[in-house]
Every structure is written in structure tokens, then in C-alpha cells.
């Protein structure tokens, strides 16, 4: 599927929002353009407007997302998996409102609620579910991971994946997340952290495995760290399809650009051609067909 230097094979973003009210279709009619093939549709929780405060709430907020994939099918015919879950950021906002207890309860009801859509094969993962990306109360981040430990047992028990929204402290995150898997029995490469950095070396992951945020200077950190790599990766963008926050992350046609800037700079770096077409059809095809179940 390498052809000369270009990789032709399939291309998948593992992490992409849309929004109905935003460019929705023309950002997937971009994305195959570019040479995209299929994405992970991840639920987007409204940050903007009223956040779910019961269980029917986050049934109707699924069911837009689960209605998006859809058409994003039925118009493109790219390949959609949806990763459904609440948001880390929804339970912490609705703390103060709703009271911790009541607020966790609700965020272990819409994980349950997700895991019974993938479990009825119309979700693929759980996500993204994870910790505040910020500084919070100690007594908040206590409570945020025994919470957390809670929902990765769950997808443990279920045996399904999850993509994980964190903080970003380096290796030390990492460190404790797989940590936390070894407590919840959840698989590493079954445990995806989300918006990685572009160093997937073993030092960095301990294990755990990731979607890279592939920005400016993915390429070149990928490059110099993917042959120490110890656990699977892919790539996504984030997409937030957000009319008020137009390029606070990366645009539609990041991943096929990246994944062809990628082949191009392993080859220059003496990887073989066997090499680099394992590395591309790890990435696009066969981990995340063992991952979601695409
Ligand atoms: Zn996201």
C-alpha cells in the first residue's frame, strides 16, 4: 500500500468531534479529500448549553451522536466507530450544582448507558472518560480517580476499549494511568490516552497506548521515538467542529496530511519499506480493528 514514497492504504482519525450546528459534513467531505478513510466518532458533551442532569439526558445526547455517525456513513461511506461516555470536565462542572455524590452517580449511569449501546453494536468504545486536565481541590482529584478506577473496571469487565481524557504531566501520567489499568485489570493497549504527545517511546508511555495530537513537530518526534515505541499508537486531532473556538485544535485534513509527512520522513531516516508499511497498517488498520471492533 506504499506507493513510492505515498502510503495509499487506509487513513483513520481516532478522535474527531462534529456538531450539526458547525461544518458537520463539509468537515468529513474535507477529510476524505485528503485521503481520509474513516474516523472515531467521539460524543461531545454540551459544554455550551445545559449539560445532561439525568440519565434520559444523556440517553437523547447519545442518540445525536449515534445519529451523526450514521449519516456520516450513509453520505461519505467512510468507516465511523463512535466512542460514547461522559465527559471527565461534565462531572466536574456539575459538582457544584448537583453535589459530588449525585454528580457521580450520574456519571457512573450515562458510562453504564454507554457500555450498553456498544454492547447492542451500535458503539465501538468508551470515551472519553477520564480526570480534569487541570488543577482541581485535592479532595476533587481523589474523588476524580477513584471514579475513574470505577469506570476502567467497568470496561474491564465489559472487555471493551476505552480513550481517555487526562492532564498533561509527561511521563508521569502515563506512569499513574497504567497504574490504574493494573488495579482495574484493564489491558494497556486496550487503554488509549487521548490528545498524546508526539513521544511514544517506552520511557514515555509505560505501556499505555495512545492517539498522538499530531501538530506541528509530530513528525520529526515521532520519527526519532516510534522505534522505542512498546505499545500500539494511531493518530487523531481532536476536531471540535466549534464555531467559537475555530482552530483551538487541529482541522480535518491534519491526519492524512501527517500520515503522509510521516512516511516520507521515516523513509529519509533508513526505515525499509517492509517497515514502514507495518507501522502504517498498524496504526490505520490493524489495531484499531482489534481495538473497536471496527
Ligand atoms: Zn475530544
Not at 128 to 151: F, K, Q, S
Request: aromatic share 6%; hydrophobic share 35%.
Amino acid at each position: 500500500m506504499l506507493e513510492g514514497r505515498v502510503w495509499k492504504g487506509p487513513i483513520l482519525d481516532q478522535h474527531m468531534h462534529l456538531d450539526r450546528e458547525n461544518r458537520f459534513l463539509k468537515a468529513i467531505s474535507d477529510f476524505v479529500q485528503s485521503g481520509g478513510t474513516g474516523i472515531m466518532l467521539v460524543h461531545k458533551p454540551g459544554f455550551s448549553g445545559a449539560l445532561p442532569t439525568d440519565i434520559d439526558g444523556y440517553r437523547f445526547a447519545y442518540s445525536e451522536t449515534l445519529g451523526m455517525a450514521n449519516e456520516v456513513r450513509d453520505t461519505h461511506g467512510v468507516d465511523v466507530g463512535v466512542v460514547l461516555g461522559p465527559h471527565p470536565v461534565a462531572w466536574e462542572h456539575q459538582i457544584e450544582p448537583l453535589g459530588l455524590e449525585r454528580s457521580t452517580e450520574l456519571h457512573i449511569e450515562a458510562v453504564g448507558l454507554a457500555l450498553d449501546h456498544i454492547e447492542a453494536g451500535e458503539a465501538n468504545c468508551l470515551g472519553e472518560v477520564g480526570r480534569p486536565h487541570y488543577p482541581v481541590d485535592e479532595m476533587t482529584w481523589t474523588a476524580a480517580n477513584d471514579l475513574l478506577l470505577e469506570i476502567m473496571s467497568m470496561a474491564s469487565g465489559a472487555g471493551v476499549a476505552i480513550q481517555l481524557h487526562v492532564e498533561d504531566n509527561g511521563e508521569k501520567t502515563c506512569r499513574e494511568l497504567s497504574e490504574l489499568c493494573g488495579k482495574a485489570g484493564l489491558p494497556l493497549n486496550q487503554a488509549v490516552r487521548h490528545y498524546a504527545p508526539p513521544d511514544v517511546s517506552a520511557g514515555f508511555t509505560h505501556g499505555l497506548s495512545a492517539t498522538v495530537s499530531v501538530g506541528k513537530g509530530s513528525v520529526e518526534a515521532l520519527t526519532g521515538s516510534a522505534r522505542s515505541a512498546c505499545a500500539p499508537w494511531g493518530m487523531e486531532t481532536d476536531y471540535l467542529d466549534d464555531p467559537r473556538r475555530p482552530g483551538a485544535v487541529l482541522g480535518p485534513k491534519t491526519v492524512p496530511r501527517r500520515t503522509r509527512e510521516l512516511c516520507d520522513s521515516l523513509l529519509s531516516d533508513g526505515w525499509d519499506r517492509d517497515e514502514v508499511t507495518n507501522l502504517m497498517t498498524n496504526i490505520h488498520i490493524d489495531w484499531p480493528k482489534a481495538l473497536y471492533d471496527l
